[in-house]
DNA sequence: GCCAACGTTGGC
DNA sequence: GCCAACGTTGGC
C-alpha cells in the first residue's frame, strides 16, 4: 500500500470538515501530474496525509484513505463553479478526482517541523519550488512520519 | 502583500 | 517545437 500527501486549503475543505462528512470527492485538481497519480497509481485504501496549505498553520492534520478509483470531476463542467475549465468536454473529461475517507485527525505537525527532520528531506513536498498538490509519501518517509503524527 | 518557482499558453 | 509572457501556488 502506498501513501500520499495531498494538500488542500482549510478554507475550502479541511480535515474537520472530512471528519464531519466521513467522505470527500476531491475536486480542483487542475495539474496533469497530479491527475496522473490519481488516474494511474492511486489505489483503492491508499494511505493519505491530510495537508493544510495557504493557511496560518501549513502541515499535515489528519490521515484519510483514497475511497474510490479516479472519474471525472464534475466542477469543471460547471460554468458557476471556479474549477469551470471551458475546455474540457463531458466525452472526453480532462480532470478526475478521488473519494476521499476520513480516518483519524492527528496533531498538527507543522510544515516547520518537518523541514527540521533529515528524515523527511526527500520528501517531494519539501523540495525547493515544489507545488504540487499530490505528492507521494515513501515508505521510509511514512515510517518516520507515523511516529510523530499523534 | 511579496515574490520565487513553476506550469501553461500561444505566437512564430 | 521553441520560448517569452503570463497566471498560479503557497510560504513567509
Known amino acids: ?41 492511486f489505489q483503492l485504501g491508499d494511505r493519505v496525509l491530510f495537508y493544510h496549505s495557504s493557511c496560518a498553520q501549513p502541515g499535515i492534520a489528519g490521515i484519510a484513505r ?25 466525452e472526453a473529461p480532462r480532470w478526475l478526482l478521488v473519494d ?19 528524515e523527511l528531506a526527500t520528501m517531494a ?3 525547493r519550488g515544489s507545488r504540487l498538490s499530490i505528492t507521494p509519501v515513501s515508505d521510509s518517509e511514512w515510517a518516520f512520519l507515523a511516529q510523530r503524527l499523534t
Open 125 to 127: 513536498l519539501l523540495q
Open 100 to 118: 476521499v475517507a476520513f480516518e483519524r485527525k492527528t496533531t498538527l505537525l507543522p510544515l516547520s517541523e518537518m523541514r527540521l527532520q533529515p
Open 66 to 90: 483514497v475511497a474510490s478509483g479516479a472519474y471525472a470531476d464534475p466542477t469543471q463542467f460547471d460554468p458557476s463553479n471556479p474549477y469551470f475549465d471551458p475546455k474540457s468536454k463531458p
Open 1 to 41: 500500500m502506498q501513501t500520499w500527501l495531498m494538500k488542500s486549503e482549510p478554507e475550502e475543505a479541511s480535515i474537520d470538515d472530512l471528519q464531519r462528512l466521513g467522505r470527500l470527492p476531491w475536486v480542483g485538481v487542475r495539474n496533469y501530474q497530479a491527475r496522473n497519480f490519481m488516474r494511474d497509481a
